[in-house]
């Protein structure tokens, strides 16, 4: 399941930079490379399988909303590849989008992934009887 495609990459962050980020053959840059951008977003989908496969089983029955947006600053990232700037928008939202898939491994965030809720463990109630004690006063005589 790709989580992004190369129309949420234009919708976005426009075709003018993705056609820029792709194009290796043109110059200047004139068309987006279907090829270039197909494999960052499959690096990015398996980026995103690593961290939610831990709590969830793959495939996901449905890709929620954010995880189109966290594939997609993936993908974006890993276009940019060295040329980005640590300081850039780009990198940013690259470290939050890790961040929250962390988090989402630990448990912390939840994800609907359109299957069913798991039920709450049964809330039984605790007893305690204080009159049969095992260890008394008179029973550790002599120990």
């Known amino acids: 399941m790709s989580y992004a495609v190369k ?6 962050f426009g075709s003018s930079e993705l056609t820029q980020l792709t194009d290796r053959t043109n110059i200047p840059p004139s068309t987006v490379d279907d090829v270039v951008v197909g494999r960052a977003l499959a690096d ?27 594939a997609a600053d993936l993908a974006r990232y890993f276009l940019h590849g060295e040329a980005a700037d640590k300081d850039s928008l780009v990198t940013r939202n ?18 609907d992934d359109g299957g069913q809720m798991p039920e709450q463990a049964g809330g039984g109630a605790i007893r305690a009887n ?5 260890f008394r006063r008179d029973t550790l005589k002599g120990l």
């Open 94 to 111: 690259y470290s939050l989008a890790l961040a929250w898939l962390k988090d989402v491994a630990k448990g912390l965030v939840s994800i």
């Open 44 to 70: 990015a989908d398996g980026v995103i399988d690593g961290y939610i496969g831990k709590q969830y089983s793959l495939p996901l029955l449905v890709a929620p909303p954010v995880l189109v947006k966290v």
């Open 130 to 134: 204080p009159s049969t004690r095992v």
């Open 7 to 12: 129309q949420d990459l234009i919708d976005r």
